[in-house]
């Protein structure tokens, strides 16, 4: 991961008590509001859960200014479970463009990953501090398979509302789900637990892009256990409620993030996901929620301008990345009112799948390629939000298995574009 000079600066720092059983680590960056509530929580779910374990806190700090290291002190009580580490966070990180999450995440990851090896961690856990907790067992549903010895990664399973989450539904999960063929359903969901097996495979692996945002690392250490062959599993966790609320970014600046750190990965492992054909579930824990409450109704019409807009405007640049029986999809969809407009899972899996060739032959500037992704972003929300309008939760989980479907029978188009990137298929 992270250069080997962060390395040494946390083997300075730290000098690590004796074995222990997990080790669940915290990132602090100015989040002192949120982050003893989360420590207090996870704390208290351990010691119940697992009475006769030992556990140790490992906070990492990227620099806070606000008091969130003494925050998270007073909250774990017992002084001698509690480890304060410190990982760098370089200035351009700080002021990334419409970067979101924590800044250097990557190297505070690695900070964590370092010390509990050093501990001899059996689990290791990383916990987002920026959300709260949603129920008492949710910490030890997330590590009770790594600690049994079950599972060697597991990924959160957040509950959320039919129109919630539209990048990680319509972008993230049928994507990855298509490349590497595990249902993995939030591989970027900021919280999991891992093996020390895991663990200790992942500071074996090198890093290639520098990635730093929050997106970056989850992606990284996602897509690695996924090519290694470890067993995967998702924790049911209740709704995901953010702790502390600071303005949204753009949407082009989101996909920027968080579909350029897929993009990279999907470079980076060519060879290993063209292998792939289907998909495959994986286990899930913990207990049933209720169903949340229906969202109130959405207007696509604003989104439906947008795209129209933006295919108006963007020709020039579609022209380099899509081909042409697309861009007559496209203008047909323009011509549609909202109450027949439609966005085919077969036709956006493809447009997402153009537009990862285009990012890997660089025919743009990246920031601008996912600035043109945008209007057909939002173009597919608004045939989504008009899609599930009068569904249900089971009806609308059944909508994104369609589209995840859609991007499986696609992967055909994409590896043969991958290969002849100048050629386009009928």
């Known amino acids: 991961m992270p250069e080997a000079s962060v390395q040494q ?3 300075e720092l730290v000098k690590p008590p004796g074995s222990v059983d997990i080790a669940i680590g915290f990132l602090s960056y100015n989040n002192a509001a949120a982050i003893g509530p989360t420590i207090r929580a996870a704390r208290e779910s351990l010691a119940s859960q697992f009475p006769d374990k030992r556990s140790v806190v490992i906070l990492a700090d990227g620099g806070a200014k606000d008091r969130a290291p003494e925050h998270a002190l007073a909250a774990q009580g017992n002084q001698d479970d509690f480890v304060q580490i410190a990982y760098t966070v370089y200035p351009a990180q700080k002021i990334s463009p419409g970067s979101y999450g924590v800044p250097g995440k990557a190297n505070g990851i690695q900070a964590i990953f370092d010390t509990a090896i050093g501990m001899n961690a059996g689990a290791c856990a990383i916990v987002d501090s920026t959300v709260d907790i949603p129920a008492h067992d949710s910490i ?28 990680l539904n319509g972008l993230v999960y049928p994507l990855t789900r298509a490349l590497y063929g595990k249902r993995v359903h939030q591989p970027i969901g900021g919280d999991f637990a891992l093996s020390s097996k895991l663990v200790n495979y992942l500071t074996k692996q090198p890093r290639t892009d ?20 470890f067993r995967f599993a998702e924790a049911s966790l209740g709704p995901r409620v953010l702790a502390q609320h600071e303005p949204a970014p753009e949407t082009s600046a989101i996909l920027a993030q968080v579909l350029g750190s897929i ?13 792939i054909r289907g998909s495959q579930a994986i286990p899930a824990y913990g207990p049933g929620f209720e169903a949340l409450a229906e969202p109130a109704p959405v207007d696509p019409s604003p989104m439906m301008q947008s795209f129209r807009l933006g295919y108006q405007n963007l020709q020039d640049i579609y022209r380099l990345i899509l081909p042409p029986a697309t861009l007559m999809e496209l203008k047909r969809m323009c011509l549609h009112p909202v109450e027949t407009f439609h ?48 569904d249900g939760p089971k009806e609308a989980e ?10 499986e029978t696609q992967k055909g188009y994409l590896i043969s574009r991958w290969r002849w990137p100048d050629r386009f298929n009928p």
């Open 398 to 407: 059944s909508r994104i298995e369609a589209l995840c479907a859609a991007y």
């Open 210 to 229: 520098g990635d730093t945002t929050s997106s970056d690392a989850d992606a990284w250490i996602t897509v690695q256990a996924l090519c290694g062959g």
């Open 9 to 11: 600066e946390n083997k």
């Open 263 to 275: 993009f990279a990965e999907m470079n980076r492992t060519a060879a290993f996901w063209q292998r």
């Open 343 to 390: 966005f085919d899972d077969t036709l956006w899996a493809r447009v997402v799948y153009d537009f990862a060739l285009a990012w890997r032959t660089r025919v743009m500037d990246r920031d601008h390629l996912m600035g043109a992704l945008t209007p057909l972003y939002l173009g597919w929300v608004a045939s989504w939000v008009r899609a599930v309008r009068d």
């Open 140 to 167: 030890e549903t997330l590590v009770r398979p790594v600690v049994t010895g079950e599972i060697d990664f597991v990924t959160p399973l957040y509950l959320r509302h039919k129109y919630d989450a539209t990048i």
